[in-house]
């Protein structure tokens, strides 16, 4: 089975701070996929990376940047905190295939509250 | 216009009977389709894909593609109490390198 694995389940961080969210995928995904979700907004895409060290923005990048040193892992930062990044954060990972199995797994999410 | 569209509201349906949900989108040369579905609190998981135009049914769920109509829908039959979830579509996006575009989901209610 796809395990996607996202380091904190809940957290709580005060505007300013510099936050990291950690992903790590366990089937050698060459995709790698940040997503926050709101409710009434849906999933909006925040960034996405095909390829160690390659990244690309999604719909609503600003405020965020993201890592990918590694194949298994994809980090999102928040470099300044503020209240309005308060939401559910979830990472996704897929086969770069361009064929129909690119089916995206998601981890079980980050609940990030700025205070 | 959104690149995909879930527009009906909450569904409420009694246990046993069928649920129907319709997602259409905008990129004509989109070439697969997934359905989530979110449990409250919970991260998406992957229910359907289907690629080719008809239906494909797995279980109780049936998907149903037409490519010309640029609409996907999903069937749930005999409904049960553990359906009740937020069911989002998917679209690969042609010219986005493997991403997906979502809409924003369509809750359903099952009532005992």
């Known amino acids: 089975d796809v395990k996607v694995t996202q380091s904190s389940r809940y957290l709580v961080k005060r505007t300013g701070e510099k936050v990291f969210l950690e992903c790590v995928q366990d089937m050698d995904h060459e995709n790698m996929f940040w997503y926050r979700q709101d409710p009434g907004l849906g999933l909006r895409l925040i960034y996405f990376?095909?390829?160690?060290?390659?990244?690309e923005k999604g719909d609503i990048p600003e405020g965020y940047s993201v890592s990918r040193e590694k194949k298994e892992r994809f980090s999102l930062i928040l470099e300044s905190a503020s209240t309005n990044q308060t939401s559910m954060y979830l990472c996704?990972?897929?086969?770069?295939?361009?064929?129909?199995?690119?089916?995206?797994?998601f981890g079980a999410g980050t609940r990030l509250s700025v205070l | 216009q959104k690149e995909v569209e879930q527009n009906s509201g909450p569904l409420s349906v009694p246990e046993g009977a069928i649920a129907s949900l319709n997602c259409t989108y905008s990129d004509r040369g989109s070439q697969s389709f997934f359905w989530y579905r979110q449990y409250s609190g919970k991260s998406p998981e992957l229910i359907m894909s289907?690629?080719?135009?008809g239906d494909k049914e797995d279980g109780r769920f049936t998907a149903q593609l037409n490519k010309a109509s640029q609409y996907v829908s999903l069937l749930i039959r005999d409904s049960q109490p553990s359906d009740s979830a937020t069911y989002l579509c998917a679209v690969r996006v042609y010219y986005g390198n493997n991403r997906l575009a979502f809409g924003k989901g369509n809750q359903v209610v099952v009532i005992p």
């Open positions: 996704a990972s897929s086969l770069k295939a361009s064929g129909g199995e690119n089916i995206q797994y």
């Open positions: 990376s095909y390829d160690v060290k390659m990244k």
């Open positions: 289907i690629y080719s135009n």
